[in-house]
């Protein structure tokens, strides 16, 4: 529906009397064309709805709602199919919970058409205070504090940031997240919008298109970064595939390392044994994709290193 319906259907109530539909007509003609699309007007009406109350109940809120619109080609009957929901539903509550750095549980209130329109809402307990308002004025501005708030405004960002192919570097924790997200509705043909109804009567949308879902996966795919390190310890396990675990330390939690041997008959040479203490010359290979996370972490053998002899300390 466009967002210059309403000017429509004034139109159409007033067709029948010819001087009230040429005033209306001439008066929506000297307000211009309305540039705003339905979800915008929607968001318009939530805050002035809230504003009118809000001068007889200054602490008054309105109830939160999540809008998902799943397009494709096979959406165009407004429903939603059971392997859909399955695939999409949990991966969105995940993203908004890591999103909102707290568990956000949302349940589906009703599906409507227009495409296929998801509502859903936050669950929260029987009993949910909000914070109370000093005067009108302070109720008027204070903002939506509930973690699902929170997580949909962070994923929100981060979904406008994908469709626009920016750097998403500052979202990295939420990357994995939407990744699930993405893969799920590419598997479908699906592209998603989301809209979130705030309490305080605002209003946030993003989209995640073909375009973002390809962003995504570039993103994704790792970049090599390789360092030469010493590894220094005792062999705890041996294979004669040309692979050693080399414990650092001796307390339960020191660092072990898995080490392998490009040809393994060159380990067998070696003729370890486990407990022989070793010094490994190492290449440390990382495959880190473009937001910074490791993918990958592989330890291959170069050669022996000189053995590290602790230097004594004098005594104080």
Not at 59 to 85: C, I, K, V
Not at 204 to 215: H, I, S
């Amino acid at each position: 529906m466009s967002g210059d319906s309403w000017r429509e259907r004034r139109r159409a109530l007033l067709r029948d009397d010819p001087g009230a539909a040429e005033n209306t007509a001439r008066l929506l003609d000297e307000m211009g064309i309305e540039d705003r699309d339905d979800e915008e007007i929607e968001a318009d009406h939530r805050s002035s709805r809230l504003a009118a109350v809000r001068e007889y109940a200054p602490d008054a809120w309105l109830d939160e709602e999540l809008q998902l619109r799943l397009t494709g080609p096979d959406t165009e009957g407004g429903a939603l199919r059971f392997q859909w929901g399955d695939a999409l539903l949990d991966p969105v509550e995940h993203a908004v919970s890591v999103a909102a750095g707290t568990p956000v549980q949302l349940e589906l209130t009703g599906v409507s058409t227009g495409s296929t329109v998801v509502h859903a809402r936050p669950v929260y307990p029987s009993v949910s205070p909000r914070p109370a308002a000093l005067n009108t004025q302070d109720a008027l501005d204070a903002p939506a504090t509930s973690a699902a708030s929170m997580g949909l405004s962070t994923l929100t960002e981060l979904l406008a940031a994908l469709e626009s192919e920016a750097d998403i570097r500052e979202w990295a924790r939420l990357f994995d997240a939407v990744e699930a997200l993405s893969r799920a509705l590419g598997k479908h043909g699906l592209d998603l919008g989301v809209t979130w109804y705030g309490a305080d009567g605002s209003m946030r949308r993003a989209r995640l298109t073909e375009r973002g879902r390809g962003y995504v996966e570039r993103l994704r795919e790792p970049r090599n970064r390789d360092q030469e390190i010493t590894i220094s310890g005792r062999i705890t396990e041996l294979r004669e595939s040309g692979w050693v675990k080399v414990k650092t330390g001796t307390a339960k939690n020191s660092p072990a390392y898995d080490v392998r041997f490009e040809e393994p008959e060159e380990l067998l040479r070696m003729r370890p044994g486990l407990g022989d203490n070793v010094h490994f010359r190492v290449r440390f290979r990382q495959g880190l994709d473009s937001v910074g996370i490791a993918r990958s972490t592989e330890y291959m053998y170069l050669g022996p290193a000189a053995e590290q002899i602790s230097l004594p300390l004098e005594p104080s």
